[in-house]
């Protein structure tokens, strides 16, 4: 069973996700600053990641269900959906890091690695939906 998605979903899924970053940075725009984060940089990164990170799901998805399953594709597409995910919050954290509190590095620390599981937690879910045999 393949398993494709197509591009007027993967350009909703963008339009989607920059409208939440657009709110998003306004609701952290003066945290950001008070915390020596370049707010502008931060959303520069967050939004130019998102074509990458939706390609990146899409083929994701694609490699899981294909009937290959390619081994390679599917740690490709994993390694750049998790860095397109990962790099504004890693920015955060390197610009912050002497200015941040504990409990500030506590809550990027989950975040990174809720996104880390999640992705884990998914490409799993689709492998095991593709081929149940395997389970």
């Known amino acids: 069973m393949k398993f494709t998605i197509g591009s007027k979903t993967r350009f909703r899924a963008m ?3 920059w409208g939440y970053d657009i709110l998003k940075f306004l609701a952290v725009f003066k945290v ?3 915390y020596g984060i370049n707010p502008w940089l931060f959303f520069f990164l967050d939004m130019v990641t ?4 939706v390609m990146g799901w899409s083929r994701l998805i694609t490699s899981i269900t294909g009937e290959v399953r390619a081994f390679g594709s599917i740690i490709t597409w994993s390694l750049i959906t998790f860095v ?4 504004p919050y890693f920015y955060a954290g390197f610009a912050g890091r ?4 504990h409990e500030a590095w506590f ?7 809720f ?3 999640n992705l884990i937690r998914k ?6 939906a593709s081929c149940p045999m395997d389970s």
């Not at 397109?84 to 790099?87: C, G, I, R, Y």
């Not at 809550?107 to 690695?113: H, Q």
């Not at 490409?123 to 095991?128: F, G, H, M, Q």
């Open 123 to 128: 490409i799993y879910r689709a492998r095991k």
């Open 15 to 17: 339009l989607a996700i």
């Open 107 to 113: 809550f990027l620390i989950l975040i990174l690695i």
């Open 115 to 117: 996104i880390t599981l």
């Open 32 to 34: 950001m600053q008070g």
């Open 98 to 101: 002497r200015s941040f509190p």
């Open 84 to 87: 397109s995910s990962t790099a």
């Open 50 to 53: 998102v074509p990458p990170y």
